[in-house]
């Protein structure tokens, strides 16, 4: 009869740790759609300098896929009478569809009297150079901000990483009652698709965290398809 007892409660005792385990790699992994991207040549794209022709435009990177038509342009801005307009050449879009950050992130080209007058890409200038995805650029929270006010939530932003899509990102926050008396202990290891992330500190003190971007967490690629990491970013909790 004890054989019987001790087997079933060895039997839910395995259980419970597989049902536990399955439960935090769900909770872990967030489960968000992943974007909608569209992408120029990243080398061609470089060559695009402010001053450029529409024909010296196309002549690298070829026809948009999207441009607004010269007579639908809108003013440069207010002080400019409506026949100085900029007009738009759309090269790519990386759309990412999760709430909160549901937005687009455009390769746009702004044209003004038949020259380029602005370049906007996602990425902040850094661009992958064989693939692999470059480092997350932290936005969010700023370096050793101090918050005060309870719950303990800090919302995470950072820009879309350059490279191969699909792209997936390792969130890693570390705690610290008092980081000079005692080490810094990780709280939560976070892989997401999206660019945002909201987490709520369950003590009051400090915290950081960091982020890297991988091409795939599926063995497609090997483990140097990771980014490196960023730089930590502070910050604290005053109550």
């Not at 441009?67 to 738009?88: F, G, M, R």
């Not at 906007?120 to 929270?141: H, M, R």
Request: net charge positive; proline share 6%; hydrophobic share 35%.
């Amino acid at each position: 009869m004890s054989k019987i007892i001790n087997i079933i409660l060895l039997t839910l005792i395995i259980s419970f740790l597989l049902y536990f385990k399955i439960f935090a790699e769900t909770m872990y992994r967030l489960q968000g759609a992943p974007p909608y991207v569209v992408q120029p040549d990243y080398n061609k794209w470089q060559m695009i300098k402010v001053g450029m022709t529409e024909e010296e435009v196309s002549k690298i990177l070829g026809e948009p896929i999207h441009k607004t038509d010269k007579e639908a342009a809108y003013p440069l801005n207010k002080i400019y009478s409506s026949s100085n307009t900029v007009y738009i050449w759309n090269y790519g879009e990386i759309t990412f569809k999760s709430y909160p950050c549901a937005s687009s992130f455009y390769f746009n080209i702004y044209f003004y009297k038949g020259k380029i007058k602005m370049i906007i890409e996602p990425f902040n200038g850094e661009f992958s150079k064989d693939g692999t995805p470059t480092a997350p650029q932290i936005i969010l929270p700023e370096n050793n901000k101090v918050f005060h006010y309870y719950p303990r939530f800090v919302d995470l932003r950072w820009l879309p990483s350059s490279g191969d899509y699909p792209l997936e990102y390792e969130i890693e926050i570390q705690y610290s009652a008092n980081p000079r008396r005692i080490p810094w202990q990780t709280e939560k290891k976070v892989i997401t698709k999206d660019i945002y992330f909201s987490y709520l500190q369950l003590g009051k003190g400090y915290g950081r965290w960091r982020i890297r971007a991988a091409n795939s967490y599926t063995n497609k690629y090997k483990k140097d398809r990771y980014s490196e990491w960023s730089e930590y970013r502070y910050f604290s909790f005053s109550k």
